[in-house]
């Protein structure tokens, strides 16, 4: 099948999988929640560098075979979709391999005001009060500042996301990046999925946004976080207060670089 690839990236918590699950609907999509291929991508350029040994056997041409064909083996005959979805935050650091790799591929960021990720997360942690949570490497101690601390770091899962995005939205590789914010796609999901669809130069379908269905609650579980993925079967935005001391929140305040026009040199398109 001449099958045709896309890209979910961004950060977490901000509407990936409710996007996936919306795109789901059309039965020429697939499109889910984060999966092994952005790994096993990372792994097989570390493993293809100079640091074998045998890299000299190697050609940059071999190495794009090798690459390209992770997606296409994985996504064999047990999917029959046209368009496939991938679905990691490493793809927005990895732009410069996909637009060779996929010239036609279109990458969708997922944003949304940090302190708000750093909010949800926390929410879900005292949810599942007495199931310590693979973010936190199952550790069972902390606070709501080292948790908010360890999320935000280089290496953490809000911080990495963070980086990766800025490194795609600033680097000459983004004719084919566009920002959906959360916040839109919460609370005008009309509006945000039509401008999907126009970005990727697909046909219109008319999705049922309050009849979603996705479980992935079995995965969720065995990471000690119950409502990782869990998506609503009606699109609606949440409004409430936060539940972090307002140092913490306030902290991220100013992080979404995404709304300001004049930090925006290439002209990203955002949602």
């Known amino acids: 099948m001449d099958r045709r690839f896309h890209f979910i990236s961004g950060l977490p918590r901000s509407g990936s999988t409710l996007l996936s699950a919306i795109l789901s609907q059309n039965p020429r999509f697939h499109a889910g929640m984060s999966g092994p291929i952005g790994g096993a991508f990372t792994t097989m350029l570390g493993e293809l560098s100079g640091r074998n040994e045998y890299s000299v056997f190697v050609s940059d041409e071999q190495r794009r075979r090798m690459l390209k064909g992770l997606f296409d083996n994985y996504y064999g005959p047990e999917y029959s979709a046209e368009v496939v979805f991938d679905t990691n935050r490493a793809w927005c650091s990895k732009l410069p391999q996909l637009k060779q790799l996929f010239p036609q591929g279109k990458v969708i960021a997922c944003v949304r005001h940090v302190s708000w990720i750093i909010d949800s997360i926390e929410q879900l942690v005292r949810k599942n009060a007495f199931q310590p949570s693979s973010i936190f490497n199952y550790q069972a101690g902390g606070t709501v500042y080292t948790r908010a601390e360890g999320l935000a770091n280089g290496d953490g899962m809000v911080g990495y996301a963070y980086n990766a995005l800025k490194e795609a939205f600033y680097g000459d590789d983004t004719t084919n ?3 959906l914010r959360y916040e839109t796609l919460t609370s005008d999901p009309a509006r945000a999925i039509a401008a ?14 309050n009849n979603l269905r996705y479980d992935a609650s ?3 579980a065995k990471a000690g976080t119950p409502g990782l993925h869990a998506v609503r079967p009606r699109v609606k935005a949440n409004e409430r207060n936060t539940i972090l001391p307002p140092d913490v929140f306030n902290r991220f305040a100013n992080d979404a670089f995404w709304l300001d026009p004049n930090l925006n040199p290439r002209g990203v398109r955002v949602v």
């Open 218 to 220: 079995e995965f969720d």
């Open 196 to 209: 999907v669809y126009d970005f990727l130069g697909e046909p219109a379908f008319a999705h049922d946004i």
């Open 177 to 179: 990046l566009m920002l």
